[in-house]
């Protein structure tokens, strides 16, 4: 059992930053495997990072990688996605998700998580 809400999307021209951040609630943040998801409206939602656990590994989506950087603290009980030089087609809602760290199931799809954020509004302007 683990709460999840993002926060620090909004307008950003193309080639800014943006850091999102996602505060997990409880005291067992650590036994949760995280990724961060997007979409838009009319698509399913895709994959963007994942980060294990304790932070030892991560994965990117290919055509995001050297421009976003998914990391965690479990002290904090915060998850961030970093998001630099970004562009048009970046626009979307964006959702961090966590799944039991003994899940077998593949990191790379939604339907492995269990719990969701809310989901944080990013847009970025030409």
């Known amino acids: 059992q683990v709460q999840l809400v993002e926060s620090g999307g909004g307008l950003v021209q193309a080639g800014g930053s943006l850091r999102l951040s996602c505060a997990a609630s409880g005291r067992t943040f650590s036994s949760y495997d995280t990724a961060w998801f997007r979409q838009t409206a009319g698509k399913e939602r895709e994959f963007v990072a994942q980060?294990?656990?304790?932070?030892?590994?991560?994965n990117y989506a290919e055509s995001l990688k050297g421009r976003f950087t998914i990391s965690r603290d479990n002290t904090q009980n915060t998850l961030y996605l970093q998001m630099n030089s970004l562009k048009p087609e970046d626009t979307a809602v964006y959702y961090c998700?966590?799944?039991?760290?003994?899940?077998?199931?593949?990191?790379?799809?939604?339907?492995?998580?269990?719990?969701w954020g809310q989901g944080t509004q990013v847009t970025v302007s030409s």
């Open positions: 998700a966590a799944v039991s760290r003994f899940s077998y199931a593949s990191r790379w799809r939604d339907t492995t998580y269990n719990y």
């Open positions: 980060i294990s656990w304790s932070g030892g590994s991560t």
